[in-house]
């Protein structure tokens, strides 16, 4: 792409492609003072206005993802807009001696030889790319176990490379254009632009999700549907990635979310409740792959303000749960008997209906938190409506239509002066094809002959 065109993206440009400042939310900027790192997190409303005064002789990052409320932990997330993947060529061989315009075609040509879709752009970091995949419209905070999948499956794919392992969670910040890396004195700025239509192009989720993830979105549902595969269940460790364990993140993510409507639901927690709703919700959180023990605090404090700003929860109540997270993501397993579950906690949903005492009124209102007779009248619900979609397809009327054109409601028989039953004796006649009466034939006749 020529200079001109790259010179175009300045901070806020280059922002806006992933980030709109019409919508609701809130985006963070992370600088480096001499005193240490300070974050500020501002209105999505305020984004110009904030990057045009950033001062680029300070190192400073840009959250990739818009949150709802002013704190960029993941459990405050509230949409995405793109994938990425921080690659740190500076500690690559392959890379030494290139200039940032070499390492980016370098990138794209690996991504054609590999089957991945090339990035939308890409931006010169001061020592490494930052590769960037916009999409079309955004992902809300359900989806962020599918989002999680793809980058992990992006990054593993560009390892080799120097894909950086630890950069792909959707709290990240990376760095702004236009300001410096003082590592290296360099300036970061987009060194390279896919284009459509004169802009940056922008990808289909399903469709990255489809090149990158080994099983597709609608394989997942064509085996739900026709029960090929055993039923799914909790992803028993930490490094596995298969569709059984997409499936187990999912289910921690929308457990999460559920004991938040709960807490929704109520109104709030008493004091008593609260740090046993704290530690199941980090218990998902984690088990969703969302987070990790390193950040787990930094969630964790971001959820008590969540259940409660003024509450001061004591952090040693969470150090076995993050004694288990730790062997989580090390793959480890906890054996009884004779079956290996994951060391973080899998409850049955009995467990946790009890547990919280969730009404069957609230269960209603969840999603996956509920009894099996409440999960039993949801598949009766959506039996009844699949059944119905199909009898429309087959060109089955509407009951109150139905209704409205039956014989009990038009009575055929009164509009000839009959009984039902002799309407019905006489084969169910119209009115041109009712045979006349003996009397009135013969009176008719009579009649005639005067």
């Known amino acids: 792409m020529a200079t001109s065109q790259l010179a175009l993206f300045n901070p806020a440009d280059e922002a806006e492609t992933y980030h709109n400042s019409g919508r609701h939310g809130f985006f963070s900027v992370l600088a480096q003072w001499p005193t240490g790192k300070r974050q500020s997190s501002y209105p999505l409303s305020e984004m110009a206005t904030v990057l045009s005064m950033v001062d680029t002789s300070r190192d400073t990052w840009i959250t990739q993802a818009e949150f ?8 405050n997330l509230l949409r995405l807009g793109l994938l990425f993947v921080d690659i740190d060529t500076y500690k690559m061989s392959w890379a030494q001696g290139r200039t940032p315009e070499a390492l980016a075609a370098a990138i794209n040509y690996f991504c054609q030889q590999e089957g991945i879709p090339e990035p939308s752009f890409m931006v010169y970091s001061g020592r490494g790319i930052q590769a960037k995949w916009l999409l079309e419209g955004t992902l809300p905070r359900a989806a962020l176990p599918r989002w999680n999948a793809c980058q992990k499956h992006l990054v593993s794919k560009l390892s080799s490379l120097g894909a950086d392992p630890a950069a792909k969670d959707a709290s990240r910040v990376l760095r702004l254009v236009n300001t410096v890396n003082t590592k290296s004195g360099n300036i970061c700025r ?5 284009e459509r239509d004169g802009a940056p192009i922008r990808y289909n989720f399903e469709y990255l999700a489809e090149m990158l993830l080994p099983v597709a979105r609608w394989d997942i549902e064509k085996q739900r549907q026709t029960k090929a595969e055993q039923k799914l269940q909790l992803l028993p460790g930490g490094r596995q990635s298969n569709l059984r364990g997409f499936s187990g993140r999912q289910l921690a993510w929308d457990r999460l979310e559920d004991l938040r409507k709960l807490d929704e639901l109520r109104g709030g927690l008493a004091e008593g409740e609260r740090m046993r709703h704290l530690f199941w919700r980090i218990n998902f959180l984690l088990l969703s792959g969302a987070t990790n023990s390193t950040q787990m605090y930094h969630e964790a404090a971001a959820l008590a303000t969540e259940i409660s700003p003024a509450w001061s929860y004591r952090s040693q109540e969470l150090m076995t749960l993050y004694s288990k997270a730790k062997q989580y993501e090390a793959g480890e397993k906890v054996s009884f008997g004779g079956k290996e579950f994951s060391p973080l906690y899998t409850p049955k949903n009995d467990t946790l209906i009890n547990l919280f005492q969730i009404t069957d009124e609230e269960q209603r209102q969840l999603k996956t938190i509920i009894s099996k007779n409440e999960a039993l009248e949801r598949r009766r619900a959506r039996d009844r409506k699949r059944d119905e979609e199909r009898r429309r397809a087959a060109g ?14 038009q009575k055929p028989w009164e509009v000839l002066g009959m009984s039902r039953a002799k309407w019905y004796r006489l084969g169910k006649p119209s009115g041109s094809e009712t045979t006349p009466s003996p009397i009135t ?4 006749m009579a009649a005639k002959s005067a």
Not at 190 to 194: D, F, K, P, R, T
Not at 441 to 444: D, I, L
């Open 68 to 75: 709802m409320r002013p704190n960029r932990r993941v459990v």
């Open 190 to 194: 987009v060194v390279s632009v896919l």
């Open 396 to 409: 089955a009327v509407e009951r109150d239509v139905y209704e409205a054109n039956s014989l009990t409601k």
């Open 441 to 444: 034939c013969h009176g008719q």
